[in-house]
């Protein structure tokens, strides 16, 4: 089992759309969690930290269930703009200087 | 604001070249990240420097070397590479080492021939 997984997509929704992405992790004793975002060619750019109380920023929401182990991003009112790929990233409990990421769910938002 | 400067933005080299690939930031962040990138896959860690101390290193060849001059600085050196270690390598920092979130510079695309 890989130490982080996502669903690949693609996610096709239209404009306005809610969209939920799950994202597992095999460690339990994983103690950060994040989720990136990345356009095509460019960096991943830090989209929010997930607190074990959720954690909400306009229209996106982190949650985190360590019962379950795993951690979801809830986008509401998808733009156009929203269209990328999202990375999950867990640190790794025995290192935790280690970011793993997962491989990255591809959004696609069409008018 | 966040800032993480990576310098060349494209890279071609042959496999006979050295070559360096530099990264800067100004945010006072303590540790800072060598990852490797490759097509439709996720980034892969390389390096982790600590307080300007090597305190990871994921078992990469040694035909890449990296150095931390300052806490500001970090450069990754390549030498004798492979067409295979074309990729989008990126270099991230955060305020500490532990979990902290990590922010990353735009990448610099190499190629080798």
């Known amino acids: 089992r890989k130490e982080v997984e996502q669903d690949p997509g693609p996610f096709n929704v239209p404009e306005g759309a809610t969209v939920a992405f799950n994202c597992t992790y095999s460690?339990?004793?994983?103690?950060?969690f994040f989720w990136y975002r990345q356009d095509c060619r460019k960096e991943p750019k830090l989209l929010m930290s997930?607190?074990?109380s959720g954690n909400e920023d306009g229209r996106f929401t982190a949650q985190l269930n360590r019962a379950s182990q795993y951690i979801s991003l809830l986008i509401r009112d998808s733009k156009l703009s929203d269209s990328a790929t999202y990375l999950c990233?867990?640190?790794?409990?025995?290192?935790?200087?280690?970011?793993?990421f997962g491989t990255g769910t591809r959004l696609q938002v069409f008018p | 604001d966040t800032e993480v400067t990576q310098t060349p933005k494209h890279l071609v080299m042959g496999m006979t070249n050295k070559k360096s690939l530099k990264c800067e930031q100004h945010?006072?962040?303590?540790?800072m990240y060598w990852y490797k990138q490759k097509a439709k896959k996720p980034p892969e860690l390389m390096f982790v420097?600590?307080?300007?101390?090597?305190?990871i290193n994921e078992s990469v060849p040694s035909r890449f070397s990296p150095e931390c001059p300052n806490s500001s600085l970090l450069n990754l050196h390549l030498h004798a590479l492979q067409p295979e270690d074309s990729a989008l390598y990126l270099c991230?920092?955060?305020?500490?080492?532990?979990?902290?979130?990590?922010?990353f510079g735009q990448g610099t695309r190499l190629t080798v021939v």
């Open positions: 991230a920092s955060s305020h500490a080492t532990g979990g902290t979130e990590a922010f």
């Open positions: 460690n339990s004793a994983s103690q950060s």
């Open positions: 997930v607190y074990s």
């Open positions: 990233a867990v640190t790794n409990p025995l290192h935790t200087d280690k970011l793993i």
């Open positions: 945010m006072g962040h303590r540790a």
């Open positions: 420097y600590s307080y300007e101390k090597l305190s």
